[in-house]
Nanobody
Framework: QVQLVESGGRLVQAGGSLRLSCAAS????????MGWFRQAPGKERNFVAA????????NYADSVKGRFTISIDNAKNTVYLQMNSLQPEDTAVYYC?????????????????WGQGTQVTVSS
């Protein structure tokens, strides 16, 4: 099993920045890709960004391209999501996910493990 713990979510003003972290533990050797998803109240969970474990390939939702950056520290088994130029529409619970198959896929159904989420609130 793999455990994922997100951190870094908080209230921030529009135009501000945040960095989310996701620490993986357990059978991390089985992980070949990780991603970030978000879910706003009353809405479905949507893809934000993903990368393969080596960090060589990344994938972003159109809504965050140029503002968000996903990265990984393999030594710490930790994935980060740097979020800049935050807007109120970025308000959501952000979830970290991991998958065994090596692809930075946007489909939530392809991910095997999920964290509990961290709340990001952007005020206008």
């Amino acid at each position: 099993q793999v455990q994922l713990v997100e951190s870094g979510g908080r209230l921030v003003q529009a135009g501000g920045s945040l960095r989310l972290s996701c620490a993986a533990s357990g059978r991390t050797g089985s992980i070949n890709a990780m991603g970030w998803f978000r879910q706003a109240p009353g809405k479905e969970r949507n893809f934000v960004a993903a990368l393969v474990w080596s960090g060589a390939n990344t994938n972003y939702a159109d809504s965050v391209k140029g503002r968000f950056t996903i990265s990984i520290d393999n030594a710490k088994n930790t994935v980060y999501l740097q979020m800049n130029s935050l807007q109120p529409e970025d308000t959501a619970v952000y979830y970290c996910a991991a998958k065994k198959v090596r692809s930075a896929a946007p489909q939530a159904s392809l991910y095997d493990y999920w964290g509990q989420g961290t709340q990001v609130t952007v005020s206008s």
